[in-house]
């Protein structure tokens, strides 16, 4: 799906229609959002921008020259972007910036919320600023601005489970489910992973445009806001890095509650089978299937064997309790 906004009067503003059945897109066009586009599509956006736009497999490479670059008067940039962060699977998608011409063309193939809320904000009211930089500014910042809600997000969410993990171990609570915070916990820890590694990209694109890389096609301005930027990059990195010893120190207890309640459980068979133990081998001693048998003959012969396994099973519960075994 191709999405056109033009600058009209100095404001930022979607073109409906725009470039519908091959048609050439207006002349106005100030940026191009690609979302897994067709064929016929990226050859109107390579008209629109005098270049070729790069595919879906260029755009995964992973090489530093191949997501940061300058050719041919054009700016390729590449970023991580965070998507599906409320889902069970958070993925990664690859952004591709492309300014020249005075236009910014941007293509990916899984419509990540930052882009998804900037389109839609742009339809309804506009975005006051046309030029290539004024518009990559302003997609970085919900970029960051969304990684930021889902690292606080998952803060919270730890400070949740936090409250669960150190509370006075009860296994009779409802609560303590220790199988459901594993679970809890492996997910905020797969976040917190794909968010990092979406820091990390965003930090070497703003690198990229504080060296004047791409002075060809970016104003000065852009630079000027990537160093203010990259502050609040690394603050969120710092912040991740904190949260990712939180769920390393939660798992910790997590696993070592379950180790206590399984010790626990160990304890308990164990006691019962010391105490079951002396009983049953007064029962079996006077099971035994011979002619001769001592006692067998008293009248008290059984009360005093029932009595002798009683006696023989509260011994050790007294000697266990006086120890503090129990």
């Not at 965003?202 to 791409?214: A, I, S």
Request: net charge positive; charged share 20%; proline share 4%.
């Amino acid at each position: 799906m191709m999405h056109v906004f033009v600058n009209d009067g100095g404001i930022l503003r979607w073109a409906k229609g725009a470039g519908a059945h091959g048609a050439p897109l207006p002349a106005e066009t100030a940026w191009l959002d690609l979302v897994t586009p067709t064929h016929e599509e990226q050859a109107q956006g390579e008209t629109a921008m005098g270049l070729a736009l790069p595919t879906r497999e260029q755009i995964a490479e992973i090489e530093e020259s191949s997501r940061l670059r300058r050719a041919s008067g054009a700016v390729h940039m590449t970023v991580l972007v965070l998507a599906l962060a409320e889902t069970e699977a958070p993925r990664l998608t690859p952004v591709r910036f492309v300014v020249a011409g005075g236009r910014l063309a941007t293509i990916h193939y899984m419509d990540a919320q930052p882009f998804l809320t900037f389109r839609r904000r742009t339809v309804r009211q506009g975005y006051g600023g046309t030029s290539p930089d004024a518009i990559l500014v302003a997609l970085l910042e919900a970029v960051v601005e969304r990684t930021a809600g889902v690292l606080r997000r998952t803060g919270a969410e730890l400070d949740s489970l936090s409250s669960r993990a150190f509370r006075r171990f009860d296994p009779g609570t409802a609560e303590t489910d220790d199988t459901r915070t594993l679970k809890a916990l492996g997910q905020c820890g797969h976040v917190l992973a794909k968010a990092r590694e979406s820091l990390v990209s965003l930090r070497r694109m703003l690198d990229f445009l504080m060296r004047g890389e791409g002075d060809v096609a970016l104003r000065k301005a852009a630079r000027r806001w990537a160093r203010g930027i990259l502050q609040d990059v690394d603050g969120l990195d710092q912040y991740a890095r904190f949260l990712s010893s939180k769920v390393g120190l939660l798992l910790d207890s997590t696993l070592g509650r379950i180790t206590v309640g399984q010790n626990d459980i160990v304890k308990l068979v164990s006691v019962l089978t010391v105490i079951l133990f002396p009983p049953l081998l007064v029962s079996s001693f006077f099971g035994m299937n011979f002619d001769v048998m001592p006692e067998t003959d008293r009248v008290f012969g059984y009360p005093m064997a029932v009595a002798l396994m009683l006696i023989s099973a509260v011994l050790p519960v007294w000697y266990f309790k006086r120890r503090g075994w129990l």
